[in-house]
């Protein structure tokens, strides 16, 4: 089972879903639209390996899986919330990322990506404090090109707009 937190409209999930027609997807977003749109195109599609939750990732991920459960998390271009008011709301926390390890199976993965190179910054100070990740990558505090077959809708923006992303592939202890 993999995990897609904070999917917006759930192209990349959808994609993946459709790629990996054996696998479990389960998509958490907390704007009720993006979830509506997700099961919209689920069932247009007739996939049957997707399941969407609409709320706050800190209690659905909390509550709905089991320890040790999931394969994969995917946190792709969760809005850095750049505001010192609005620190509360990001996933590239200790906290959070302490939370998704925990969920994760022994080798199981954890990515993230961004492209705002101060949440790069706090991602890879806060990973480094979660003692159940080690990274893939040790060589290079991030990757420059994504680890995915495919890429969300914001990614081939900025990748036209020449901005630097920042990619991390963490695995469970």
Request: charged share 25%.
């Amino acid at each position: 089972m993999h995990l897609d937190v904070g999917f917006g409209g759930g192209e990349f999930l959808l994609g993946m879903a459709r790629l990996h027609p054996d696998r479990r997807f389960v998509g958490v977003e907390r704007f009720a639209e993006g979830h509506r749109n997700l099961v919209k195109n689920v069932l247009r599609m007739g996939l049957e390996n997707v399941v969407s939750a609409v709320g706050d990732a800190h209690v659905v991920v909390g509550i709905c899986f089991a320890d040790g459960s999931l394969d994969g998390v995917t946190l792709n271009f969760s809005d850095p919330w750049p505001k010192a008011r609005h620190a509360s709301r990001r996933l590239f926390t200790e906290e959070f990322l302490g939370l998704a390890a925990r969920k994760l199976r022994p080798g199981g993965r954890l990515c993230l990506a961004t492209d705002d190179a101060a949440y790069a910054e706090q991602a890879l100070g806060d990973l480094a404090k979660v003692p159940l990740l080690a990274s893939t990558h040790p060589e290079v505090r991030w990757m420059d090109v994504s680890p995915y077959p495919l890429r969300t809708r914001y990614e081939e923006k900025w990748i036209r707009e020449g901005r630097p992303l920042h990619y991390f592939v963490y695995g469970r202890r």
